[in-house]
């Protein structure tokens, strides 16, 4: 019974990050930059801690699939700031998401094996479906730099994969 409110909890709070949250009205490439970042980033820690606590094996090999895939992308976007000479802007955006990160993990850390697997994963689902959208219909449209502007369009043809992979595994768990 405390799981499953734990787990309620921790989907709601995911939930209530809108894509709205992800993504400030009309960013500038700096703050994209730090969203796209910053969500990547925070998919790297989640992915980090279910290998702490996972118990299934196909969500393991999710969460490493989810480390290496953002810990690529990140380090691509990190190159290409640096080309291009952009310093990554913090905003409430991104700061939103670091917060709301840390209560999520708080919950499922309090969550073991098949309770933490579907948790875990329910929350991908939830934060992927968000961070696609984000891209979408404000981050890419926002971009003014046309090499920024590709690489979120890359990130969002692996990210919507990621989407879909977990959506599998969540069919799976039930």
Do not use: W
């Not at 969460?63 to 990190?78: E, F, G, L, S």
């Not at 709301?100 to 098949?114: M, V």
């Amino acid at each position: 019974m405390i799981a499953k409110t734990l787990l309620a909890s921790a989907s709601a709070l995911l939930l209530s990050v809108s894509p709205t949250t992800l993504a400030a009205e009309s960013p500038t490439d700096p703050q994209i930059a730090h969203i796209a970042y910053t969500a990547g980033l925070l998919d790297v820690h989640a992915g980090e801690q279910a290998l702490r606590q996972a118990a299934d094996p196909a969500v393991r090999q999710f969460a490493q699939t989810m480390i290496r895939d953002h810990k690529a992308v990140n380090q691509q976007a990190i190159a290409l700031l640096k080309k291009l000479g952009l310093r990554p802007e913090p905003n409430a955006t991104s700061e939103k998401l670091t917060s709301q990160a840390r209560d999520t993990a708080a919950h499922l850390g309090s969550l073991t094996g098949r309770s933490c697997d579907k948790a875990y994963i329910r929350n991908e689902v939830a934060f992927h479906r968000q961070v696609n959208e984000a891209l979408s219909n404000s981050l890419i449209p926002n971009a003014r730099n046309a090499q920024l502007k590709s690489l979120l369009e890359n990130g969002l043809a692996l990210f919507q994969a990621h989407q879909s992979h977990a959506e599998h595994l969540l069919s799976q768990l039930k």
